[in-house]
């Protein structure tokens, strides 16, 4: 296929998963504020979403203060944020068009259909949206064109880099989360027993919609380590760091499989997921919680720049 | 004026190719029809079909109007046609290969020198290359009016790259779908065929250093393009990659496209960009669009390029006085088709005709498109007409004028019922190893009562395009 | 005369570039007036690519250099025996009718000062007012390296009244097609080392049509026309189209050029 096409199929799942990064985001941040007193402040809550959307300078550039409507604005509806949901929608209803044909008819129809709706939420005053609907409306609409890409596409390459976007954008997603609020998971002598602690864990937790399968995963008490163990090496959980290689390394195989030709991709997947499976939670704490993050951030990264060379550039030989 | 040919009702009775249709329209229900139209419309936008025919430009995301009245040609009707275009087509493309070589239809005196040379489309380049089995357009699109039973003429041809046909193939798609009884109780012939003629057209003029079997890809400008669409319908239909400049490549004697797997050959392009962004080291240097050096590859053999480049010289407007001319010298046949007579404001005979005749006449830009600027006389006010006047006095040159044709009417669904609306016909002919015709076309409906304004940007509209079978 | 030919082209990109893809015109043109005896063009990391001769008659080649590259050297070395035919362009063959060479380009475009000077001169014979034309354009514009660079028009040349054989030649053609004479650009070299005037050895010069001779050469800058120490490569309607080498780097590495030409009289 064309490298072209591959790049637009890739990127169309990115944004759809880095849309749905920003519901999440809206999701989480507006419960923290929900809580009088976090310890760290509500504009610190806020700061550290918008860092982890990377959006954090442009943000205070364009509003200044975090104002929660202009947070809700910025990240769902601004198009001068490349991270917000509209803009990511828009760029993967655009990616999708341009390679139409290689799409089944539900799949961009559920995109489409996304689009048009967005435009016409973009038309609806802001007053009579409510933030709860807004999230709903883009985790339902992620899920219906992820649901439509796993019921009728063809599971041939086009399906490979579909799904090499969505899980790359994931585990870069759930670990610059994780990142921002790595904090809350360590150890703080003055939250022990407060309940603060554990309300926070549990925000954490809803942010990744995991707080129910968590305690199917785990049960009793919650815990910092078993949180951490959770959503990083625990491959039940969907969006577990471990759970996004795992999938990046089955689609690179398949693609070398298909292609009979292996790249520099495969084996940086396939070191990446060695790595992970060895790894305990006590050595992540061992090594800091935000360096093993920074780290992983920075694998992924290459990773990322690693599948673009060796199939998405053009300059493949 | 008045006596327009109704290609259904002949002085009160039926024509027989309608026959069938009579009953359908009367007994059809005033909702039925409106919910069959308005379920056409749902499917034309969820198929996503809302792209400009012809150039015209506009809104991508507007939708044409879909008349659901099939206009109908029996087996003899199409027959003579068929042979007409054909015929045009060969000539047309003779006169290419001419003219790209030694041109004897200019050494013979048959056509001035200076309007071929000096024509912008006649592209130096390619001068003394003869692309593979000669063939210049491959896709021939002759756009003809009829004005009586066996009275067609041509009012144009389209060389380079003639767009619509994706509605030709839709509009019979949908169709199909809402009235599958008609096609019952007509045996019509398909036009499906349509997309695997074409790869097999394109994939018979495979250059020389092809091995094996062809790579034949479609090079669309990209998504911005308001045909962009169609682009991608033919290139799914076709099963070859649909691909831009950027996807491509030159590297030794060939043309690469770049593909997940590495490099990947390229032996036919048929491209649906124009000439002067195709290659920036051949035509424009500022061209984003083309591939640089692949002109080179095309020259030397490496490539099929279609329709060539240099191929819109044979389709100007000034050039089409010659097109009857050119059937007579390279095949040595009276043509079957006949140009609408033509009265060049170039030349001073004409131009003191055409000014004494301005109200009667239709007059065009030599390579304006679309319906724009142009007079039509008939329905101008006087003061239209003389402002027109002084624009022709300025650059005579730059204008044609033919009569205003008494355009055929066909049944036409609109807001009272039913009514007679006039109508084109754009048939697309493939020209490769053998010179094929799908039993169809294009025919562009204006829906404007009186209106002879085709133009989807004039309120013109298109219909589904029946060929009887025998 | 024999004339011997090292002409080297030097490409250096800041960044290296993801490929890149020439068209040249290197190759002497076939007519009675030159000889090939030996001829080499070679490409550092180049991939030769097809070769035709086009509707001009001249001899198309074309190159491709994969990337990441960021230098290319070009060299030409060759050695050609030349006669004197007074600028006659005898016995080349080629398609495009002279008819064709009527057309402007954007360098070549008339202005009222070059239909001006087109006028400007009359002649008994085609011959002679190409002749006379070409020492109008001499006249009008004084050659002077360095007053002008690879864009200017003719007409800009002319208002500046300075220009070097480009400008010349590009003149020379605006005002040909004034008197309704088609012409060319040609390229080549020029062995100029028997007077002290400082010419460059790559050259460029126009071809006039003179119904009944053909095309004829016109050397402006030289007020000559073209004889035994010319070398003809190629023709064109302008520089660019007639330019020896053209190419294109995709890539966002910027170019720097480096040109050395050496055009020399071998000993007999």
Same mark, same amino acid.
């Given at each position: 296929?064309l490298?072209? =096409?591959?790049?637009?199929?890739?990127?169309?799942?990115?944004?759809?998963?880095?849309?749905? =990064?920003?519901?999440?985001?809206?999701?989480?941040?507006?419960?923290?504020?929900?809580?009088p007193?976090?310890?760290?402040?509500?504009?610190?809550?806020?700061?550290?979403?918008?860092?982890?959307a990377?959006?954090?300078?442009?943000?205070?550039?364009?509003?200044?203060?975090?104002?929660?409507?202009?947070?809700?604005s910025?990240?769902?509806?601004?198009?001068?944020?490349?991270?917000?949901?509209?803009?990511?929608?828009?760029?993967?209803?655009?990616?999708?068009?341009?390679?139409?044909?290689? &799409?089944t008819?539900?799949?961009?129809?559920?995109?489409?259909?996304?689009?048009?709706?967005?435009?016409e939420?973009?038309?609806?005053p802001?007053?009579?949206?409510s933030?709860?609907a807004?999230?709903?409306?883009? =985790?339902?609409?992620?899920?219906?064109v992820?649901?439509?890409?796993?019921?009728?596409?063809l599971?041939?390459?086009?399906?490979?880099?579909?799904?090499?976007?969505?899980?790359?954008?994931?585990?870069?997603?759930?670990?610059?989360?994780?990142?921002?609020?790595?904090?809350?998971?360590?150890?703080?002598?003055?939250?022990?027993?407060?309940?603060?602690?554990?309300?926070q864990?549990?925000?954490?937790?809803?942010?990744?919609?995991?707080?129910?399968?968590?305690h199917?995963a785990?049960?009793?008490?919650?815990?910092?380590?078993?949180?951490?163990?959770?959503?990083i090496?625990?491959?039940?959980?969907?969006?577990?760091?471990?759970?996004?290689?795992?999938?990046m390394?089955?689609h690179?195989?398949?693609l070398?499989?298909?292609?009979?030709?292996?790249?520099?991709?495969?084996?940086a997947?396939?070191?990446?997921l060695?790595? &992970?499976?060895?790894?305990?939670?006590?050595?992540?704490?061992?090594?800091?919680?935000?360096?093993?993050?920074?780290?992983?951030?920075?694998?992924?990264?290459?990773?990322?720049?690693?599948?673009?060379?060796?199939?998405?550039?053009?300059?493949?030989? | +004026?008045?006596?327009?040919?109704?290609?259904?009702?002949?002085?009160?009775?039926?024509?027989?190719?309608?026959?069938?249709l009579?009953?359908?329209?009367?007994e +059809?229900?005033?909702?039925?029809?409106?919910l069959?139209?308005?379920?056409?419309?749902?499917?034309?936008?969820?198929?996503?079909?809302t792209?400009?025919?012809?150039?015209?430009?506009?809104?991508?995301?507007?939708? !044409?109007?879909?008349?659901?009245?099939?206009?109908?040609?029996?087996?003899?009707?199409?027959?003579?046609?068929?042979?007409?275009?054909?015929?045009r087509?060969?000539?047309?493309?003779?006169?290419?290969?001419?003219?790209?070589?030694?041109?004897? !239809?200019?050494?013979?005196?048959?056509?001035p020198?200076?309007?071929?040379?000096?024509?912008?489309? %006649?592209?130096?380049?390619?001068?003394?290359?003869?692309?593979?089995?000669?063939?210049?357009?491959?896709?021939v699109?002759?756009?003809?009016v009829?004005?009586?039973?066996?009275?067609?003429?041509?009012?144009?041809?389209?060389c380079?790259?003639?767009?619509?046909?994706?509605?030709?193939?839709?509009?019979?798609?949908?169709?199909?779908?809402?009235?599958?009884?008609l096609?019952?109780?007509n045996?019509?012939?398909?036009?499906?065929?349509?997309?695997?003629?074409?790869?097999?057209?394109?994939?018979?003029?495979?250059?020389?250093?092809?091995?094996?079997?062809?790579?034949?890809?479609?090079?669309?400008?990209?998504?911005?393009?308001?045909?962009? %669409?169609?682009?991608?319908?033919?290139?799914?239909? +076709?099963?070859v990659e649909?691909?831009?400049g950027?996807?491509?490549?030159?590297?030794?004697?060939?043309?690469?496209?770049?593909?997940?797997?590495?490099?990947?050959?390229?032996?036919?392009?048929?491209?649906?960009?124009?000439?002067?962004f195709?290659?920036?080291?051949?035509?424009?240097?500022?061209s +984003?669009?083309? !591939?640089?050096?692949?002109?080179?590859?095309?020259r030397?053999?490496?490539?099929?390029?279609?329709?060539?480049?240099?191929?819109?010289?044979?389709?100007?407007?000034?050039i089409?006085?010659?097109?009857?001319e050119?059937?007579?010298?390279?095949?040595?046949?009276?043509?079957?088709?006949?140009?609408?007579?033509?009265?060049?404001?170039?030349?001073h005979?004409?131009?003191?005709y055409?000014l004494?005749?301005?109200?009667?006449?239709?007059?065009?830009?030599?390579?304006?498109?679309?319906?724009?600027?142009?007079l039509?006389?008939?329905k101008?006010?006087?003061?239209?007409?003389?402002?027109?006047?002084?624009?022709?006095?300025?650059?005579?040159?730059?204008?044609?004028?033919?009569?205003?044709?008494?355009?055929?009417?066909?049944?036409?669904?609109?807001?009272?019922?039913?009514?007679?609306?006039?109508?084109?016909?754009?048939?697309?002919c493939?020209?490769?190893?053998?010179?094929?015709?799908?039993?169809?076309?294009l025919?562009?409906?204006?829906?404007?009562?009186?209106?002879?304004?085709?133009?989807?940007?004039?309120?013109?509209?298109?219909?589904?395009?029946?060929?009887?079978?025998? | 005369?024999?004339?011997?030919?090292?002409?080297?082209?030097?490409?250096?990109?800041?960044?290296?570039?993801?490929?890149?893809?020439q068209?040249?015109?290197?190759?002497?043109?076939?007519?009675?007036?030159?000889?090939?005896?030996?001829?080499? /063009?070679?490409?550092?990391?180049g991939?030769?690519?097809?070769?035709?001769?086009?509707?001009?008659?001249?001899?198309?080649?074309?190159?491709?250099?994969?990337?990441?590259?960021?230098e290319?050297?070009?060299?030409?070395?060759?050695? /050609?025996?030349?006669?004197?035919?007074?600028?006659?362009?005898?016995?080349?063959?080629e398609?495009?009718?002279?008819?064709?060479?009527?057309?402007?380009?954007?360098?070549?475009?008339?202005?009222a000062?070059?239909?001006?000077?087109?006028?400007?001169?009359?002649?008994?014979d085609?011959?002679?007012?190409?002749?006379a034309?070409?020492?109008?354009?001499?006249?009008?514009?004084?050659?002077?390296?360095?007053?002008?660079?690879?864009h200017?028009?003719?007409?800009?040349?002319?208002?500046?009244?300075?220009?070097?054989?480009?400008?010349?030649?590009?003149?020379?053609?605006?005002?040909a097609?004034?008197?309704?004479?088609?012409?060319?650009?040609?390229?080549?070299?020029?062995?100029?080392?028997?007077?002290?005037?400082?010419?460059?050895?790559?050259?460029?010069?126009?071809?006039?049509?003179?119904?009944?001779?053909?095309? /004829?050469?016109?050397?402006?800058?030289?007020?000559?026309?073209?004889?035994?120490?010319?070398?003809r490569?190629?023709?064109?309607?302008?520089?660019?189209?007639?330019?020896?080498?053209?190419?294109?780097?995709?890539?966002?590495?910027l170019?720097?050029?480096? /040109?050395?030409?050496?055009?020399?009289?071998?000993?007999?």
């Amino acid at each position: 296929m064309l490298s072209r =096409t591959a790049a637009n199929l890739y990127w169309l799942a990115r944004y759809m998963e880095r849309a749905e =990064t920003a519901a999440r985001f809206l999701q989480v941040g507006a419960r923290i504020a929900l809580v009088p007193n976090t310890g760290h402040g509500y504009r610190n809550e806020w700061d550290a979403l918008l860092r982890a959307a990377g959006t954090a300078d442009a943000f205070a550039r364009k509003y200044g203060e975090p104002i929660q409507r202009n947070i809700e604005s910025h990240l769902f509806f601004d198009h001068d944020n490349p991270s917000s949901v509209a803009a990511c929608l828009r760029r993967a209803r655009e990616n999708g068009r341009i390679v139409r044909t290689a &799409l089944t008819a539900q799949v961009w129809d559920a995109l489409n259909t996304a689009y048009q709706e967005l435009r016409e939420l973009e038309r609806t005053p802001r007053g009579e949206l409510s933030m709860v609907a807004l999230t709903d409306w883009t =985790t339902r609409t992620t899920a219906l064109v992820r649901g439509a890409i796993d019921a009728t596409q063809l599971r041939n390459d086009n399906y490979d880099f579909l799904h090499l976007g969505y899980h790359l954008e994931r585990a870069d997603n759930t670990a610059r989360l994780l990142d921002v609020k790595y904090y809350v998971l360590l150890p703080q002598v003055e939250f022990v027993g407060s309940g603060l602690d554990n309300y926070q864990w549990m925000t954490l937790l809803r942010a990744m919609s995991a707080h129910r399968a968590f305690h199917w995963a785990y049960g009793g008490e919650v815990t910092a380590a078993r949180i951490a163990h959770f959503l990083i090496l625990n491959p039940q959980c969907p969006r577990a760091l471990i759970t996004c290689v795992e999938g990046m390394n089955a689609h690179l195989e398949r693609l070398a499989r298909g292609y009979g030709r292996r790249t520099p991709a495969q084996s940086a997947a396939r070191r990446m997921l060695a790595k &992970l499976a060895e790894t305990e939670v006590e050595e992540i704490f061992d090594e800091g919680l935000h360096e093993f993050l920074s780290r992983f951030i920075d694998e992924v990264g290459a990773l990322g720049q690693t599948v673009h060379d060796s199939y998405l550039s053009g300059d493949v030989r | +004026m008045t006596d327009f040919f109704n290609e259904m009702f002949d002085s009160g009775a039926v024509r027989v190719p309608y026959a069938r249709l009579r009953d359908w329209m009367e007994e +059809m229900p005033a909702e039925l029809r409106s919910l069959k139209q308005a379920e056409a419309e749902a499917l034309f936008r969820r198929i996503g079909i809302t792209f400009a025919v012809y150039g015209e430009g506009g809104d991508p995301d507007r939708l !044409i109007p879909f008349d659901m009245f099939p206009r109908v040609f029996s087996h003899d009707e199409w027959r003579r046609l068929e042979r007409g275009i054909k015929q045009r087509a060969r000539a047309l493309n003779a006169f290419l290969s001419d003219v790209y070589d030694r041109g004897e !239809i200019v050494r013979a005196g048959r056509i001035p020198d200076r309007l071929v040379y000096l024509n912008e489309a %006649y592209e130096k380049p390619v001068a003394g290359i003869r692309p593979p089995k000669g063939v210049y357009s491959h896709i021939v699109g002759i756009d003809l009016v009829r004005t009586g039973p066996d009275q067609f003429y041509v009012l144009e041809d389209n060389c380079r790259t003639p767009s619509g046909v994706s509605y030709m193939l839709e509009n019979r798609e949908i169709m199909m779908r809402m009235f599958p009884e008609l096609f019952r109780a007509n045996r019509i012939e398909p036009v499906e065929g349509y997309p695997e003629l074409l790869r097999r057209t394109l994939a018979s003029v495979a250059p020389e250093k092809c091995r094996g079997e062809p790579t034949v890809v479609i090079l669309t400008p990209g998504h911005f393009n308001s045909a962009y %669409y169609e682009h991608s319908f033919l290139a799914d239909l +076709m099963g070859v990659e649909l691909v831009e400049g950027q996807d491509l490549f030159v590297e030794g004697e060939h043309v690469w496209m770049r593909t997940t797997r590495g490099p990947e050959r390229v032996d036919v392009i048929y491209r649906r960009i124009d000439d002067p962004f195709l290659d920036p080291l051949c035509f424009r240097p500022d061209s +984003m669009l083309g !591939i640089p050096g692949l002109m080179d590859v095309y020259r030397s053999g490496g490539v099929t390029i279609a329709s060539a480049p240099g191929a819109g010289v044979a389709d100007d407007k000034a050039i089409y006085c010659f097109v009857p001319e050119m059937v007579r010298f390279y095949l040595g046949e009276e043509p079957i088709l006949e140009n609408v007579p033509t009265w060049q404001c170039a030349r001073h005979d004409d131009l003191k005709y055409v000014l004494e005749h301005l109200p009667e006449l239709v007059v065009k830009e030599v390579h304006g498109s679309g319906g724009y600027g142009m007079l039509v006389g008939p329905k101008a006010t006087k003061e239209q007409i003389e402002a027109f006047r002084l624009k022709l006095l300025d650059q005579p040159s730059n204008y044609i004028a033919q009569p205003t044709l008494a355009l055929s009417t066909v049944p036409t669904f609109v807001e009272e019922g039913v009514a007679p609306r006039h109508v084109d016909l754009r048939p697309y002919c493939l020209v490769g190893e053998r010179i094929e015709l799908v039993p169809g076309g294009l025919t562009r409906v204006a829906l404007t009562e009186g209106s002879l304004v085709v133009n989807s940007s004039q309120g013109g509209g298109v219909k589904d395009t029946w060929v009887l079978a025998e | 005369m024999k004339l011997k030919v090292d002409h080297v082209t030097r490409y250096h990109y800041d960044h290296p570039v993801r490929g890149v893809v020439q068209s040249h015109r290197l190759i002497p043109s076939r007519f009675t007036g030159q000889r090939v005896q030996k001829w080499d /063009v070679t490409v550092s990391g180049g991939i030769k690519g097809g070769g035709f001769r086009d509707g001009g008659g001249d001899w198309v080649q074309a190159w491709s250099v994969p990337g990441p590259v960021s230098e290319i050297s070009v060299r030409v070395q060759g050695i /050609v025996e030349t006669k004197d035919l007074a600028g006659v362009l005898q016995r080349h063959r080629e398609v495009i009718p002279p008819v064709a060479w009527l057309r402007p380009t954007a360098p070549t475009r008339v202005d009222a000062a070059l239909a001006d000077l087109g006028h400007s001169v009359s002649a008994d014979d085609t011959l002679a007012l190409a002749h006379a034309l070409s020492g109008a354009v001499a006249d009008a514009i004084a050659y002077r390296p360095g007053a002008t660079h690879a864009h200017t028009t003719a007409a800009e040349a002319l208002a500046l009244g300075e220009g070097v054989c480009q400008d010349h030649a590009h003149a020379l053609i605006a005002c040909a097609r004034v008197r309704d004479l088609p012409a060319r650009y040609v390229s080549g070299y020029l062995f100029a080392s028997e007077d002290d005037t400082p010419h460059e050895a790559a050259h460029a010069w126009a071809e006039i049509w003179v119904e009944g001779l053909g095309w /004829v050469g016109f050397d402006p800058s030289n007020r000559c026309c073209p004889d035994e120490r010319y070398i003809r490569l190629g023709a064109g309607a302008d520089a660019r189209e007639a330019a020896p080498i053209r190419g294109i780097a995709r890539g966002n590495g910027l170019e720097s050029l480096d /040109v050395t030409v050496a055009v020399d009289a071998v000993q007999q």
